[in-house]
């Protein structure tokens, strides 16, 4: 993957950011994406398609696509790089119509672990999907429409001593003005979608911001933009493999990506990494090679899983919350995260194939462990990892500011990833 420059690269980022406001709208931008590359859509109520080449299934806001090798067998593994679609946020509630004081206000519940604070003041966006009463799903996202304006200064003194929000009282945005009774947000949605409000009978619809991804910095070395975690992965995942796909000769591997949804709330779903999605791909894979359960074992034994997802670059600000001897920076390549209590998966093996592999797409890497008072998050890689025993090695690009409305990273680092990414699916 030497063609785009790391801007371009970035740029491209950028795009693929702006089309995918919601995990479902990041599947549908994936699979229309790998069906310009060639790809072939795979239905999972049909028979299996072993066919060598590209194909992909999109299973709600979740999506997995593999390249089968010309001389692919039952027996063949698999090198898979997982990722998410899903960020932090707010979703809609039933009833999602509400209002106080002559305001027209949007009905949230609290999706994962947002920083709050991040979305004051923002103009947003609302995005997912609506199910009408034929159980037709319908894609659907406005303009710029809501904002959860915050309390002026005056009427908070000691706002800059400590800013504490309510998620029940202080979060609910607002999109008008009037009496909620005489009021209707999902009509709104449903104008976009082009279909009668009156017929939507379900609906997933999130929030994130209306601005868009914007590199910035003395030489334009950042890009700041929402949902980075984890679109960064998602994206040097897939230009990887249709980049992969265009020049396998030779592979020994079948390469997948997996971008799951749901990580952001613990991966529980039928599209999250804890649910059957990847292993029902996995099998049916090895299935309509003539294998069975020993062909299966044998695959997976041959197999390798990087788990893809971002990771905290040191704050400038607050250093001390950082590791004293392992300082990640933004720009200085991917991380290979790691941590004793197995939050991240990466043992002596896998951090030996992560430094072959970046050696291979002349890339450098940093490590990244958390302090010890200071807790690490998690990804999919162990939930991978447990689920299918395949070895797993977590890492991700460096961020600051990790779940707020609008992160930001390094310009050159995604592309660095998708670089290390495509050597994963050659090797």
């Known amino acids: 993957m030497s063609t785009p420059t790391a801007r371009e690269f970035t740029d491209d980022l950028g795009s693929f950011v702006a089309a995918s406001p919601s995990s479902f709208h990041a599947a549908a931008e994936v699979a229309r994406r790998l069906e310009a590359a060639g790809f072939t859509a795979q239905v999972e109520a049909d028979a299996w398609d072993a066919t060598p080449g590209g194909h992909?299934?999109?299973?709600?806001?979740?999506?997995?696509?593999?390249?089968?090798?010309?001389?692919?067998?039952?027996?063949?593994?698999?090198?898979?790089?997982?990722?998410?679609?899903d960020s932090p946020g707010f979703k809609l509630k039933p009833k999602p119509t509400t209002g106080r004081e002559g305001w027209l206000?949007?009905?949230?519940?609290?999706?994962?672990?947002?920083?709050?604070?991040?979305?004051?003041?923002?103009?947003?966006?609302?995005?997912?999907?609506?199910?009408?009463?034929?159980g037709a799903e319908h894609l659907a996202?406005?303009?710029?429409?809501?904002?959860?304006?915050?309390?002026?200064?005056?009427?908070?003194?000691?706002?800059?001593?400590?800013?504490?929000?309510?998620?029940?009282?202080?979060?609910?945005?607002?999109?008008?003005?009037?009496?909620?009774?005489?009021?209707?947000?999902?009509a709104v949605l449903a104008q976009d979608a082009g279909i009668d409000p009156a017929r939507i009978t379900g609906y997933d619809i999130v929030t994130t911001i209306a601005q868009e991804p914007e590199v910035f910095g003395a030489h334009g070395e950042f890009l700041a933009s929402a949902r980075l975690d984890n679109l960064s992965s998602v994206h040097a995942s897939l230009a990887a493999l249709i980049a992969h796909s265009r020049n396998?000769?030779?592979?020994?591997?079948?390469?997948?990506?997996?971008?799951?949804?749901?990580?952001?709330?613990?991966?529980?779903?039928?599209?999250g990494a804890c649910g059957p999605f990847l292993q029902d791909v996995l099998e049916r894979i090895v299935d309509a090679a003539g294998g069975g359960v020993q062909e299966r074992a044998r695959a997976f034994a041959a197999s390798v899983c990087v788990s893809a997802d971002a990771g905290h670059a040191v704050h400038p600000n607050y250093p001390e919350r950082h590791d004293p001897a392992n300082r990640p920076v933004l720009g200085g390549g991917p991380l290979l995260k790691i941590n004793a209590n197995q939050r991240y998966t990466t043992d002596a093996v896998g951090a030996g194939l992560w430094a072959r592999l970046c050696a291979t797409a002349g890339v450098p890497y940093q490590?990244?462990?958390?302090?010890?008072?200071?807790?690490?998050?998690?990804?999919?890689?162990p939930l991978t990892a447990t689920?299918?025993?395949?070895?797993?090695?977590?890492?991700?690009?460096?961020?600051?500011?990790?779940?707020?409305?609008?992160?930001?990273?390094?310009?050159?680092?995604?592309?660095?990833?998708?670089?290390?990414?495509?050597?994963?699916?050659?090797?």
């Open 387 to 427: 689920r299918l025993g395949i070895r797993t090695v977590d890492v991700g690009i460096a961020l600051l500011s990790m779940h707020s409305a609008r992160e930001m990273c390094a310009v050159q680092d995604p592309l660095r990833l998708a670089q290390v990414a495509e050597a994963f699916f050659a090797a």
């Open 105 to 134: 206000q949007a009905g949230v519940e609290v999706y994962g672990g947002p920083l709050l604070n991040s979305w004051l003041d923002r103009e947003l966006i609302l995005s997912g999907r609506l199910v009408t009463d034929d």
């Open 248 to 271: 396998d000769d030779g592979a020994r591997h079948i390469a997948v990506m997996a971008a799951f949804d749901h990580e952001e709330v613990g991966s529980a779903s039928r599209s």
């Open 141 to 186: 996202r406005t303009g710029p429409l809501l904002r959860i304006p915050q309390l002026a200064i005056h009427l908070d003194r000691a706002v800059n001593d400590g800013l504490t929000l309510d998620k029940q009282q202080h979060v609910h945005p607002v999109w008008g003005l009037g009496d909620p009774s005489e009021a209707d947000l999902l």
């Open 367 to 381: 490590e990244f462990v958390s302090n010890n008072v200071m807790p690490c998050g998690s990804t999919i890689g």
């Open 56 to 85: 992909y299934i999109v299973r709600d806001g979740a999506v997995i696509a593999w390249h089968v090798p010309a001389d692919a067998t039952a027996t063949t593994g698999f090198h898979i790089l997982g990722s998410h679609t």
